[in-house]
């Protein structure tokens, strides 16, 4: 990418600046004031809900703030984006706490935090499997040299929160930044699977609402995101959906949950075997009511470890995967269930119930120190009651 074409980015990052600057020398920080950002939706959900919930209950001293705005292509929804990110720059200028779960543009443009304030990244995703961040530099799927000689993307991070110290090297790679600063105490979201209320609950308006499944076990198809940052091409399913329901629609029913970025274009309306799942219930409700995942490079099969249930790796397009963005692991050998890489083999190996739960557990006690429901609580406590750590950035 060259710099001509960078420079609409360009732009916005020195506004950025600018209004950062202005924002820091009119207004001073908020000690009471916690900030959630996130680009990934258009509501506070998964990580960033949990915190928030947390910090609302138990610590009524704090004035939260939400700042959910889903990143749009369209030229008119850029416009709007840049004005959001003038409104983020503010509450990042004042805040105390300032808490993401994912990209956030405005932090990567300013070249040093102001005094007072903590940056938190709670990152979207469990354990470690694909790369992302600076680890993904000149791939196809990663950003450019030029763009990172502009954007110093994942920068000014206080502190990462992650599930184990297994990780830790990798975040640290991925964010360049010193380890100590990345924090192995657990995904909050997970907490979920350990609230058997909670889930009681979610299972009693689930059969509610979907009487048909009655009967039958589910198995849920979740998909990683394919494309480059949010140039989501239309998905279409990998495998021949009606001999799936011929060899499996006695026993099963198969739900559909697309990431957040895909476009949702499936057409499933006249299928009794096959059902594409709506924003009503989240990826956690969902898994905690599945009896199999299928899956390929998401690592919300990470999550789904904590429950110790069957799950199959449908890797039809692992050599393109590999060459376009890589992971951390050699895939083949660290995936907890078997493979599949076409309908008849995705078929058989759900038909012969070979699964080892033995494999499944060694898989969660690796990627998850804590595994006690409490991930929420010991970060809070951690952001909030801990000392500031000053940000420390090692060299591109």
């Given at each position: 990418m060259s710099s001509l074409r960078l420079l609409p980015t360009i732009i916005v990052k020195y506004i950025i600046r600018i209004v950062y600057a202005v924002c820091s020398f009119l207004f001073p920080v908020n000690s009471q004031k916690i900030t959630f950002a996130s680009y990934r939706s258009e509501q506070l959900k998964d990580n960033l809900q949990f915190i928030y919930d947390e910090m609302t209950e138990n610590y009524p001293q704090y004035d939260c703030h939400i700042l959910i705005k889903k990143f749009d292509r369209r030229l008119l929804a850029k416009v709007y984006y840049v004005f959001h990110m003038i409104k983020t720059c503010y509450h990042l200028a004042t805040s105390k706490h300032f808490i993401i779960d994912d990209y956030c543009f405005p932090l990567y443009c300013i070249k040093e935090l102001r005094p007072g304030t903590e940056t938190i990244q709670l990152w979207h995703s469990a354990g470690a499997l694909k790369k992302f961040g600076l680890s993904t530099v000149g791939k196809p799927f990663g950003p450019s040299e030029t763009y990172i000689q502009h954007i110093q993307i994942h920068g000014n991070y206080s502190k990462v929160y992650v599930s184990a110290k297994e990780v830790i090297p990798y975040f640290a790679e991925a964010f360049q930044m010193n380890p100590k600063q990345i924090y192995p105490l657990g995904i909050p979201r997970t907490d979920y699977f350990f609230d058997k209320n909670r889930i009681g609950k979610m299972q009693e308006q689930f059969n509610i609402d979907h009487p048909e499944f009655a009967g039958k076990k589910i198995i849920l198809y979740a998909p990683t995101f394919r494309g480059k940052s949010h140039d989501q091409a239309c998905f279409t399913l990998p495998f021949d959906l009606q001999k799936m329901e011929r060899a499996l629609a006695d026993e099963y029913v198969l739900l559909i949950h697309l990431h957040p970025y895909m476009r949702k274009n499936l057409q499933l309306e006249n299928n009794r075997f096959a059902y594409q799942m709506d924003s009503k219930y989240k990826i956690e409700e969902l898994l905690a009511v599945t009896d199999l995942l299928i899956t390929d490079y998401s690592t919300v099969f990470f999550d789904y470890s904590l429950l110790e249930r069957p799950m199959v790796f449908y890797a039809y397009?692992?050599?393109?995967?590999?060459?376009?963005r890589d992971f951390y692991y050699d895939y083949e050998k660290m995936i907890p269930g078997?493979?599949?890489?076409?309908t008849d083999s995705l078929i058989e190996v759900i038909k012969l119930n070979r699964f080892s739960k033995e494999q499944i557990t060694a898989f969660?006690?690796?990627?998850?120190?804590?595994?006690?429901?409490?991930?929420t609580k010991r970060i809070v406590a951690h952001i909030l009651e801990g000392e500031m750590v000053k940000v420390t950035r090692q060299a591109v």
């Open positions: 397009d692992l050599d393109k995967y590999i060459e376009e078997p493979l599949a890489t076409d969660k006690n690796r990627f998850f120190d804590y595994q006690d429901g409490n991930a």
